[in-house]
């Protein structure tokens, strides 16, 4: 397996994958997806500044209606919804290149499919759990997501308190767009209540120092002595 830092502007990523080819299809793909994003955006400042939900074109490129469908059903700006989106292009580009295994993970937002057993560490800044578990991915064909936001780890905006908010979904765009909206709501006390009732979602698990929170289907969790060293960083 190969693993590659990759960074284009403010998309910083690690890939991995099984060959070089694999490698430069993701790349490409990832680029791809970039330029048709500044290209909206530069007919559409708006769509970048927005907090909240908006309207796109119809014809508007494909990551562009994914991010904005994404914050339209979190109930968030479509920019929360990026990494995993231009993540989840890389992964298509992969697939459509042959790949039977490619994981990109943009920021902590992460786009994959696999043939094999995966294992994701879980780092949530100070808390007490942070570093010492691993959710344990099986094999799966189609791309599907795991995305994380945090009140107090990276530069991302967050209007909350958690430490890490990973949100687990077929749609990676809507995982993405989901931990943000919920790490700016979900606290220990209004974890049950800020769950969304219909979504794409179908786990999510939360950090707040010591308290754990967990919903939905969720991956296996084992222990594990996660190497801080591996994550994305620019």
């Given at each position: 397996?190969?693993r590659?830092?990759f960074a284009?502007?403010e998309?910083?990523?690690t890939?991995?994958?099984?060959?070089?080819?694999?490698?430069a299809?993701?790349?490409?793909?990832m680029l791809s997806?970039r330029?048709?994003?500044e290209?909206?955006?530069?007919?559409?400042?708006f769509?970048?500044?927005?907090y909240?939900p908006?309207l796109?074109?119809e014809?508007?490129p494909?990551?562009?209606?994914?991010m904005a469908d994404?914050g339209?059903?979190?109930?968030t700006?479509p920019?929360?919804?990026?990494a995993?989106?231009i993540?989840?292009a890389?992964a298509?580009a992969?697939?459509?290149?042959?790949?039977s295994?490619?994981?990109?993970?943009n920021?902590?937002d992460?786009?994959?499919?696999?043939?094999?057993?995966?294992?994701v560490?879980?780092h949530?800044?100070?808390?007490p759990s942070?570093?010492?578990?691993?959710f344990?991915?099986?094999p799966?064909k189609t791309i599907s997501g795991?995305?994380t936001?945090?009140?107090?780890?990276g530069p991302?905006v967050s209007?909350g308190?958690?430490?890490?908010?990973?949100?687990?979904?077929?749609?990676?765009?809507?995982?993405d767009?989901?931990?943000?909206?919920?790490c700016n709501r979900?606290?220990?006390e209004?974890f049950?209540?800020?769950?969304?009732?219909e979504?794409a979602l179908?786990g999510v698990?939360?950090?707040?120092?010591?308290?754990?929170?967990?919903w939905?289907?969720l991956p296996e969790?084992?222990?594990?002595?996660?190497d801080?060293g591996?994550?994305?960083?620019g």
């Amino acid at each position: 397996m190969i693993r590659e830092h990759f960074a284009y502007h403010e998309t910083i990523t690690t890939i991995l994958g099984d060959t070089e080819e694999d490698i430069a299809a993701a790349k490409k793909g990832m680029l791809s997806a970039r330029h048709d994003l500044e290209a909206y955006i530069a007919s559409d400042p708006f769509f970048q500044l927005s907090y909240d939900p908006v309207l796109v074109r119809e014809d508007a490129p494909e990551v562009v209606l994914r991010m904005a469908d994404a914050g339209s059903e979190a109930g968030t700006g479509p920019m929360a919804a990026v990494a995993a989106a231009i993540a989840w292009a890389g992964a298509e580009a992969m697939q459509d290149f042959g790949a039977s295994f490619g994981l990109i993970d943009n920021g902590g937002d992460i786009a994959f499919f696999s043939d094999r057993v995966v294992s994701v560490g879980i780092h949530a800044g100070t808390a007490p759990s942070s570093d010492k578990f691993a959710f344990v991915l099986p094999p799966q064909k189609t791309i599907s997501g795991i995305c994380t936001s945090s009140a107090t780890v990276g530069p991302s905006v967050s209007f909350g308190i958690c430490d890490a908010v990973v949100c687990f979904a077929d749609n990676p765009a809507k995982a993405d767009a989901w931990a943000t909206s919920l790490c700016n709501r979900i606290t220990p006390e209004t974890f049950s209540e800020v769950l969304p009732r219909e979504s794409a979602l179908h786990g999510v698990y939360a950090v707040a120092g010591d308290w754990i929170g967990r919903w939905g289907t969720l991956p296996e969790i084992r222990p594990a002595k996660v190497d801080t060293g591996l994550i994305t960083k620019g």
